[in-house]
C-alpha cells in the first residue's frame, strides 16, 4: 500500500503552522505522518542542525511556516535579528530539503514583498517593481529572497530532480494562536487587547496608532490554511500553467480591505468596549493601502470563506480562552 507523505510543518507551533497542522488533519493525514519540531529541538538558524534533521526524518513534502514575524514597532527595533533568522531559516530549511530529495516544499512569505506605492490591487507582477515600505525592507527583503530561492532550486532541479518548490504571499492574517504582545504583535490582535483591556479597566478612549485611514485586508488564518494544502497539492501541470518559472509566487487574500478606522470599530464591537476611540496621526501609518489581486489563486480554485466580523469573533473567544487569566494577560 502507498503510505501517505511524511510532512514535515516547520513552525507548527505558530499561528499559520497551527492552523495548516489542523487542517491537515481535518483533510484526514494521519498524526504520524506529520514530522514537527519545536524551537527548543531544532534551532533553523543552525545549518548543521537542520542538515542532521532532514537527513534522519527524510520527510516527502515540506511546508515553511517557520519565520521571525512581527509588527512595526518589532521590525524598525530588530532589523538585524528579522533579517537575518528570516535568510537562514529559508536558506537552510530550502538548501537541506533538496539535499535529502524533497520535491515538494511550499514557502510562506508576506504581501510586504511589494513595493510601497503601488496604487492598484498588487499583483503577482509588481514584484521588485519599486522602493518597499521602509519600516519592514528587511523582512521584505529576506522573504523575496525565499521566493527567488524555491524558483532557482526548480529552474536548477526541476527536470533533473523533480523539485517543485512553491511560495504564498498571504495579506494580514488573523485567528487563533496569534501573538497578542503590546508592542510586537500584528494590528488585530494589538487591537484586540487594546480594547479588551480598555473594557475590563473601563477606560474612558483607547487611542490607535496612525490616522486611520491606511486601508488593510485581513484573511482569517484557517482560510490560510485551507489555501496553503490547496497550493501544495494542485498538479505540477496546473502549477506551472498559472505560473511562470520567475513569477512564481501566489497571493493568498480575502479580496476585501478596510480602512483601519473601520477596523477598529468593529473590533471595538467584537470586544463590547463601549468608549471613545482616538487616533495619534503622530505615530507612523505605512502604506497607504495594500490589497491583493488574488485572482491567481481564485483562478486556481481556492477562495476565502470566512468573513471579517466571524473571524474577529472567533478570535476574540480565542483570546479569551487563552491568555485572559485572572492574574491580566499573558505577555508572552
Ligand atoms: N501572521 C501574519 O499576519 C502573516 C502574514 C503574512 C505572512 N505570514 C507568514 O506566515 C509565516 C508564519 O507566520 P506566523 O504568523 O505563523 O508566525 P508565528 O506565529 O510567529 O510562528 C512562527 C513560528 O516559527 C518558529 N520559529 C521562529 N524562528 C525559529 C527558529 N530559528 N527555529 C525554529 N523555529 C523558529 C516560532 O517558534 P518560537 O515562537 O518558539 O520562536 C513559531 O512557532 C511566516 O513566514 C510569516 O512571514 C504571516
Given at each position: 500500500?502507498?503510505?501517505?507523505?511524511?510532512?514535515?510543518?516547520?513552525?507548527?507551533?505558530?499561528?499559520?503552522?497551527?492552523?495548516?497542522?489542523?487542517?491537515?488533519?481535518?483533510?484526514?493525514?494521519?498524526v504520524e505522518r506529520i514530522v514537527t519540531r519545536t524551537h527548543a529541538e531544532l534551532d533553523l538558524t543552525d545549518q548543521a542542525?537542520?542538515?542532521?534533521?532532514?537527513?534522519?526524518?527524510?520527510?516527502d513534502q515540506v511546508y515553511l511556516a517557520a519565520a521571525k514575524v512581527g509588527g512595526i514597532h518589532a521590525n524598525q527595533t530588530y532589523p538585524a535579528e528579522f533579517i537575518y533568522q528570516n535568510l537562514m531559516i529559508q536558506a537552510n530549511i530550502i538548501?537541506?530539503?533538496?539535499r535529502n530529495g524533497v520535491q515538494k516544499l511550499l514557502f510562506l512569505g508576506s504581501s510586504c514583498i511589494y513595493p510601497k506605492l503601488v496604487s492598484?490591487?498588487?499583483?503577482?507582477?509588481?514584484?521588485?517593481?519599486?522602493?518597499?515600505?521602509?519600516?519592514?525592507?528587511?523582512?521584505?527583503?529576506a522573504k523575496i529572497a525565499g521566493i527567488k530561492l524555491c524558483e532557482s532550486y526548480n529552474r536548477q532541479y526541476g527536470e533533473s530532480h523533480g523539485v517543485d518548490y512553491r511560495s504564498v504571499m498571504p495579506t494580514n492574517l488573523y485567528?487563533?494562536?496569534?501573538?497578542?504582545?503590546?508592542?510586537?504583535?500584528?494590528?488585530?490582535?494589538?487591537?484586540?487587547?487594546?480594547?479588551?483591556?480598555?473594557k475590563v479597566n473601563h477606560a474612558p478612549s483607547v487611542t490607535i496608532w496612525g490616522t486611520g485611514t491606511p486601508r488593510r485586508e485581513f484573511l482569517?488564518?484557517?482560510?490560510?490554511?485551507?489555501?496553503?494544502?490547496?497550493?501544495?497539492?494542485?498538479?505540477?501541470?496546473t502549477y506551472n500553467h498559472h505560473t511562470k518559472p520567475m513569477l512564481s509566487h501566489i497571493n493568498i487574500g480575502s479580496g476585501q480591505d478596510i480602512t483601519i478606522q473601520k477596523l477598529a470599530e468593529a473590533v471595538s464591537k467584537t470586544v463590547g468596549y463601549q468608549g471613545e476611540i482616538a487616533f495619534d496621526p503622530a505615530k507612523p501609518d505605512g502604506t497607504p493601502r495594500k490589497l491583493m489581486d488574488s485572482s491567481r489563486i481564485n483562478a486556481l480554485g481556492w477562495q476565502a470563506k470566512i468573513g471579517l466580523?466571524?473571524?474577529?469573533?472567533?478570535?476574540?473567544?480565542?483570546?479569551?480562552?487563552?491568555?485572559?487569566?485572572?492574574?491580566?494577560?499573558?505577555?508572552d
Open positions: 500500500m502507498i503510505q501517505p507523505p511524511k510532512i514535515y510543518v516547520a513552525g507548527h507551533r505558530g499561528m499559520v503552522g497551527s492552523a495548516i497542522m489542523r487542517q491537515l488533519l481535518a483533510q484526514g493525514h494521519p542542525a537542520v542538515c542532521n534533521f532532514f537527513a534522519a526524518v527524510k520527510p538548501d537541506a530539503a533538496f492598484q490591487c498588487l499583483r503577482e507582477d509588481a514584484l521588485l517593481t519599486g522602493t518597499l515600505e521602509p519600516t519592514n525592507e528587511p523582512y521584505a527583503i485567528g487563533p494562536g496569534d501573538n497578542y504582545h503590546p508592542e510586537n504583535s500584528h494590528v488585530i490582535p494589538a487591537l484586540i487587547r487594546r480594547f479588551h483591556e480598555a482569517y488564518v484557517e482560510d490560510m490554511a485551507a489555501a496553503c494544502v490547496h497550493v501544495m497539492n494542485l498538479s505540477r501541470t466580523n466571524e473571524g474577529l469573533g472567533m478570535t476574540y473567544e480565542d483570546f479569551l480562552n487563552n491568555t485572559h487569566t485572572h492574574e491580566g494577560i499573558r505577555n
